[in-house]
């Protein structure tokens, strides 16, 4: 599964932004999707999941509010919807895939991981 992430760039501090992780190479409806990020010398941070159907997701304490993740699963691509951002949101964020379909808040649970898309967040 080859994913690549998009949607990233500058927004002022209470903007939104929507990213995108569109599959190529496999369906994405059998797998759990997960997004998480990594900002400049910071370990990578889980941020969300979804489960294979889309009736289980999770979030971060630190996104829960402000950030959905959804996914159409006959478009191949999982979604993140990025409201009220915050300067601390700045990071660049990462798709990934799990193979288990459950969706995990566990990175390395994910078998495959798209190519990241910075979001600035400026104060």
């Known amino acids: 599964v080859q994913l690549q992430a998009s949607g990233g760039g500058l927004v002022q501090a209470g903007g939104s932004l929507r990213l995108s992780c569109a599959a190529s190479g496999r369906t994405l409806s059998t797998y759990g999707m997960g997004w998480f990020r990594q900002a400049p010398g910071k370990e990578r941070e889980f941020v969300t999941a979804i489960s294979?159907?889309?009736?289980?997701t999770y979030y971060a304490d630190s996104v829960k509010g402000r950030f959905t993740i959804s996914r159409?699963?006959?478009?191949?691509?999982?979604y993140l919807q990025m409201n009220s951002l915050?300067?601390?949101?700045?990071?660049?964020?990462?798709?990934?895939?799990?193979?288990?379909?459950?969706?995990?808040m566990w990175y390395y649970e994910y078998d495959y991981w798209g190519q990241g898309t910075q979001v600035t967040v400026s104060s």
């Open 52 to 56: 294979w159907s889309g009736g289980s």
């Open 72 to 78: 159409d699963n006959a478009k191949n691509t999982v």
């Open 86 to 104: 915050k300067p601390e949101d700045t990071a660049v964020y990462y798709c990934a895939a799990d193979s288990s379909g459950s969706g995990s």
